[in-house]
């Protein structure tokens, strides 16, 4: 269904895919770092023209008044200006885009309150403290909310996902969400479910978990971030063993995966090229840490990072190994690790057909 309609709409508009992705991005960014699950509505159209400057918070400024300023605005309240803020505790800012360089927790991949703890226990060398997020402590509404937020977690995601869906929503009116419905369910709109496994293979590739994906009267709650929605029903889930094992170091075992797939020896190094991005979690697989020292980047070091050798603090894997001892895969790890642009091009082709494994040109 949203694999169908997003054809649709590349066709007449190549451009109208903007605001839906990022709206996925956004919740499913939340969720899949340990958040939690935020309601999807699908089908917000974009503007055709960028929004002025200066509808944003400026992070230099430290008065709560222009806090309010900027979100009382948009219709949010008080309590969302603090629950929002909570957002800062994934991700870093970076310096040649806001002028501010760092994190604000020190597990940033993380979704979770310690932005709250951080900002009531002080500042602290490599952790950000803005003065828009000291601004917080100042005021006696702000004050009392950052406290709660800090000593209960279940409260800020609660909060939070209720937030989160009002702020993506804003200007998007109740019609417009049932003309999306109508588009997807011209028949009626009836739930859908996607149980767990109908997926696996693309989502737990290298070990990641994979929630339960419910799709129901035009909004979606995902697990984890996927690039189509596999939409025809499956009276069977998947059987286990169709993924990688990390714990195994044997060229042989990433051939018997992936070779039954249909995809490549050159394919599975370029997918496992995949661990540049984000880190292993010990309770959903066994292993903890990133493969690179900045795991929010999408490039080639880990290819630099499995050529160079074991380090303190980042993975590898056997199945990550597998890769240096195999004479058809180290070249092409060698060749990834010296250049970031065919990598690039490369993995994108790989990421598509891995994508659309199954899914014939007929049902395009």
């Known amino acids: 269904m949203e694999i169908s309609l997003c054809c649709d709409l590349r066709r007449e508009n190549k451009n109208r895919r903007a605001v839906r992705d990022h709206k996925l991005a956004g919740v499913v960014s939340v969720e899949v770092t340990g958040g939690p699950e935020i309601l999807f509505h699908p089908g917000r159209p974009d503007k055709s023209e960028v929004p002025p400057n200066g509808r944003l918070p400026d992070g230099r400024r ?10 009382h605005r948009m219709g949010l309240s008080d ?16 310096r040649e885009r806001t002028g501010f360089e760092g994190p604000w927790t020190n597990d940033p991949l993380i979704f979770d309150n310690n932005y709250f703890k951080e900002l009531l226990s002080g500042e602290k060398e490599g952790l950000l403290q803005l003065p828009s997020d000291k601004a917080l402590l100042i005021d006696p509404i702000f004050h009392p909310l950052v406290e709660k937020y800090a000593a209960d977690e279940d409260a800020f995601f609660a909060d939070y996902a209720d937030a989160h869906l009002n702020l993506s929503e804003l200007g998007w009116q109740t019609k417009q969400k049932s003309l999306v419905c109508q588009l997807f369910m011209p028949k009626g709109c009836e739930d859908l479910e996607l149980v767990e496994g109908a997926y696996l293979f693309l989502l737990e590739l290298f070990g990641v978990s994979l929630a339960a994906m419910e799709f129901f009267v035009g909004s979606v709650s995902v697990g984890v971030l996927i690039v ?15 993924l990688p094992d990390g714990r195994r170091g044997e060229p042989s075992h990433l051939r018997d995966v992936f070779h039954r797939m249909g995809l490549s020896d050159k394919e599975i190094v370029i997918l496992s ?13 066994g292993f903890e840490g ?29 199945s990550d190994k597998a890769l240096l001892i195999d004479p058809i895969f180290h070249p092409l790890v060698e060749k990834y690790a010296a250049d970031e642009d065919a990598f690039f091009a490369d993995y994108a082709d790989a990421h598509l057909n891995l994508s659309e494994l199954g899914w014939y040109k007929e049902s395009h």
Do not use: C, M
């Open 273 to 285: 090229g995949a661990h540049t991005l984000g880190r292993a979690h010990r309770e959903r697989t």
């Open 290 to 318: 990133p493969w690179t020292n900045d795991p929010l980047i999408f490039d080639n070091n880990y290819f630099k990072e499995l050529l160079s050798g074991e380090k303190e603090g980042l993975l590898q894997l056997p």
């Open 62 to 71: 430290g008065e709560p008044s222009h806090l309010r300023d900027v979100f």
């Open 228 to 242: 189509g929605l596999e939409v025809e029903d499956k009276s069977e889930v998947p059987p286990n063993g169709r």
């Open 79 to 94: 309590k969302e200006i603090v629950i929002l803020s909570g957002a800062h505790t994934l991700g870093r800012a970076h």
